[in-house]
């Protein structure tokens, strides 16, 4: 446009002149009316869109992440290894975490935690709840929820990922794609440990030591990872403004 308006200035002598320069006026008008059309029926649309659901998706990736980041948390305290995603032995560190990850717990349930009977009245009195022994009976804690079993925190874990999973491929066009990628690695990868999870309960393995599985739950670290900004931009979010 800009150069149709410099030649505006200069008169055509020329027939074939006076025709280039219509040309050019055409090209131009019509560059403007796409550009015009982009912004109404494509960009400003989309932005509105994106404005409107983006705290909805922050919300829903950021109760994705609690729940992940509870699960490495208690990975990380019952193993006694830490997994740090940006160090050099990231890879090494989740295999190691595995590798000492407890498959079974030793319950301590005593007789006395359960109710009580008292044979002359016949009629049971329960006792005050204890929270120590619940700690102890359910060991592993996702979002103040107790599990005494890695499959069946897992399996609650797997059904977030899934139900976060659809919500989000509902909305794709204001997700980054890089971000729905993640979240499908991180289904995939705690599908895989639910049930190396149920074969190692059942056949009582001391550990989660497991080649494949050493491989493909850096993906679930990697997708968790990913999520944490979804939660600090749903905890505050007038700093992604």
Not at 134 to 147: A, H
Not at 183 to 209: G, M, P, Q
Request: with cysteine; hydrophobic share 35%; charged share 30%.
């Amino acid at each position: 446009m800009m150069i149709h308006q410099f030649l505006l200035q200069f008169p055509a002598d020329e027939e074939w002149k006076y025709n280039l320069g219509i040309l050019l006026q055409g090209l131009s008008l019509s560059y403007i009316a796409a550009f015009l059309f982009f912004i109404v029926h494509d960009y400003y649309p989309h932005f509105l869109t994106k404005k409107k659901y983006q705290p909805i998706i922050d919300r829903e990736l950021s109760n994705l992440w609690e729940i992940c980041n509870s699960l490495t948390y208690s990975m990380s305290k019952h193993s006694g290894v830490k997994v740090y995603y940006k160090s050099e032995n990231f890879e090494e560190s989740v295999a190691e975490q595995l590798r000492n990850l407890p498959v079974q717990f030793n319950k301590d349930v005593k007789e006395e935690n359960i109710d009580s009977e008292d044979i002359s009245s016949k009629t049971k009195h329960p006792l005050p709840p204890d929270e120590e022994f619940d700690k102890k009976d359910k060991p592993i804690i996702i979002r103040e929820m107790g599990f005494d079993k890695w499959s069946d925190a897992i399996e609650y874990t797997t059904s977030n990922i899934s139900l976060t999973l659809n919500k989000v491929l509902k909305m794709k066009d204001i997700v980054k794609e890089e971000t729905v990628i993640k979240i499908f690695d991180l289904e995939r990868s705690i599908s895989d440990f639910r049930i190396v999870a149920k074969i190692y309960e059942e056949s009582h393995n001391k550990t989660f030591k497991n080649g494949y599985l050493e491989q493909v739950f850096v993906k679930f670290y990697e997708g968790t990872e990913e999520l944490k900004d979804y939660n600090k931009r749903h905890k505050d979010p007038k700093n992604f403004l």
